[in-house]
């Protein structure tokens, strides 16, 4: 697995303010065994539409061979006879020509067995054969291979070889791919936990590999203090608490607690993590940041920050971009320490993480931050089922006896 890179990180950090509207958080959490879920129900669907998490573009090179998309899925209830949900959408894309093509597995109710197929979207077809039927309510690991000189494509349903096909598209370069969750169907729930995008020269993950996430989140003050606290304080005011939004509910406060990146170049704020120890073998860490601009349409310089516990920074800029002023979800990816080496355990518990900005330009407001530190193999570290739906609760209802009728005796 030492090829093996991240292009992608989706439904790990369920906060419905990374995705389009309909996402709920269900577990407050992601540790190693228990990874948090997000769920998405009740949408009914005849086009695929781009309800994505993030509908970000992945990193992946031009050159890389092999693409897999891997994560849990778990549906509670199921779609009406001839029916279907989205279990993923997988999409190639040309940063040159803005060309796209798209797949997505789908789960169809044939006949009240629960098939995956594989649907193109340009075609309206379906694309080699049925899976064999599987059971509602049951967490599923799901992997998805493609390899780019030959268009094979396949899928494994908990490690078992279930539908090979070929996909062959007319996008010209597909250097970048953006992979989004799917979508349920009237009157059910789907959950989607851990998944990634994973690049590779060769096939060197295994589908019997099981994909592990964690959530390092702020803990204590870093190394880096020269970011205010948002509330008009001057640079050194900020402080961990202002960004841990993801410790417990994974619902952001908006502008209630961010740091703020000041007007000034070379600006850099860390916080220490807590830390999870996993099971696997640890291949690649991503920062996530929920952040906006002050003032609209300025073009700022800034990125994702880490430093190891060595005193290496290394900060993946977004180049130079116009931020919004509504917070927006922006991602990076090492898959190599900073320094070089290799991930570990003690290089991860060692990091401090947080946010750079590299050019004046505009205030920057960052509301919530934390590592996914990700790790694969053969250690069985699938998450356990998301908990029941919410049930009303019952309604006290107080008899009172009617009182018997007198008569009158004469």
Known sequence: MAQLEIAQIHCTIPDPAFYLSGWTPVRGGIAAGAHGWSMYGGTALTTLTTTSIGNYVAQAPASTEYRWWAGYEYSHGQ???????????????????????????????????????????????????????????????????????????????????????????????????????????????????????????????NEAHYPEMALFYPNFEGSHDQYADGLGGAAGTADYTRWDDWVTDFLNDGDTTVNEGLNAADQKQTSSLSTITLANTIIGVGEMLLLRASIADKAVVHGALIRTGGGTDSALTYGSQTLPTTYTKREAFWNTPPGGGAWSQAVVDSLQAGHRRDAAATNIFVTAMGLVVVALGATDTSPPAPPPLALRPPVLVTHRQRQPDRFAVG
């Not at 992997?143 to 070929?166: H, M, P, Q």
């Not at 598209?169 to 009237?186: K, N, P, R």
């Open 79 to 205: 779609p009406s006879d001839g029916q279907y949900e989205d279990v993923i959408s997988l999409a190639w894309f040309d940063n040159a020509t803005f060309q796209t093509a798209y797949v997505s597995l789908r789960r169809y109710n044939v006949s009240g067995q629960h098939k995956f197929r594989f649907w193109r979207t340009d075609t309206d077809a379906q694309i080699g054969a049925d899976s064999a039927a599987y059971a509602v309510g049951a967490v599923r690991r799901v992997a998805v291979r493609y390899r780019k000189s030959t268009g094979a494509l396949d899928v494994f349903i908990n490690g078992t070889s279930e539908i090979s096909t070929t996909f062959t598209h007319d996008v010209l370069d597909d250097f970048a791919q953006a992979l989004t969750c799917g979508q349920a169907s009237v009157g059910t729930n789907r959950y989607w936990s851990a998944w990634a995008l994973y690049a590779s020269a060769t096939d060197d993950l």
